[in-house]
């Protein structure tokens, strides 16, 4: 589920991104196949490939549980609509390590009363050029 994405210089260890090293289109369509991995249900494939901040974070089985929990309440998804992406090269703050993340939203509209969310997804650039998931919530609008 890492989403490999041309990125920076082949070999470099880490290189600081910038958008224009970034392929946009590929990190929407991989973030959209993650959000519908998480409504089909296979959720502890999703966490085996999530990044290791995730993994460190959470158990397998706790991940699962929230994502199965929060997905069950919100329904599945009718509709969505990519409306932002922020790349950010962060420093370490708390437990969150310093790195490169995406953070891609979406406006969906979930459930039977096809309400209005604000879907985030956050990949994590890590080793070898992979963005994995860092995080995922949706929020009404």
Known sequence: MGTRVPAGTPGAA???LGLEDVDIQRLGMAALRLVRVIEQGDI???WDAASALVRASLSRDDFVASLTAQRRALGWGTE???VAIRIDHARERGSLPAGTYAML??????????????ERVTLRYEDGGVWRLAGYRADPE
Request: hydrophobic share 30%.
């Open 14 to 16: 880490m290189p600081r």
């Open 44 to 46: 502890g494939a999703l």
């Open 80 to 82: 969505r609509r990519w």
């Open 105 to 118: 939203e979406f406006s969906s509209r979930l459930g039977e009363g096809r309400s209005l969310y604000r």
